[in-house]
């Protein structure tokens, strides 16, 4: 597999992350069944495409990448679908996270 279709994984693997995210907030706890059935699902999506991106993209690097971008999409999703606005510190973290993302994946370099 080359880069460009191991990152498309990976950005498979921060969609499905993300939506787990939000199933697992619906879910109550775990006490409303059909959001739990589909953060299980997402998770499980989740996580076999995380395994296959590591294939191509090492370890650190992958991980990295799916963390930083499924906090900065699940906060998206809190604004639209919870309405829970983020403050300027958490706005300048998310900023630091992105920077942190694009500095792995441009510049970082792993052997």
Same mark, same amino acid.
């Given at each position: 597999m080359n880069n460009i279709i191991a990152y498309v994984v990976l950005i498979? =693997? /921060? +969609? &499905?992350?993300t939506a787990a995210n939000g199933f697992a %907030? $619906? =879910?109550n706890g775990f006490m409303i069944f059909i959001p739990s059935l589909l953060t299980a699902i997402m998770i499980v999506g989740c996580m076999y495409s995380l395994s @296959? /991106? !590591? %294939?191509? @993209?090492p370890v650190g690097i992958?991980?990295? $990448?799916? =963390?930083? &971008?499924?906090i900065v =999409?699940?906060?998206i999703v809190g604004i639209y679908k919870f #309405?829970? !606005?983020p403050d300027l510190y958490t706005i300048i973290g998310l900023v630091l996270? +992105?920077?942190?993302? &694009?500095?792995? #994946? &441009? /510049?970082? %370099?792993?052997?």
């Open positions: 498979i =693997a /921060v +969609i &499905l992350g %907030k $619906s =879910a @296959i /991106v !590591m %294939k191509t @993209i992958t991980y990295a $990448s799916f =963390a930083g &971008l499924c =999409a699940t906060t #309405n829970q !606005m996270i +992105i920077s942190g993302v &694009l500095i792995v #994946n &441009l /510049v970082g %370099k792993t052997s």
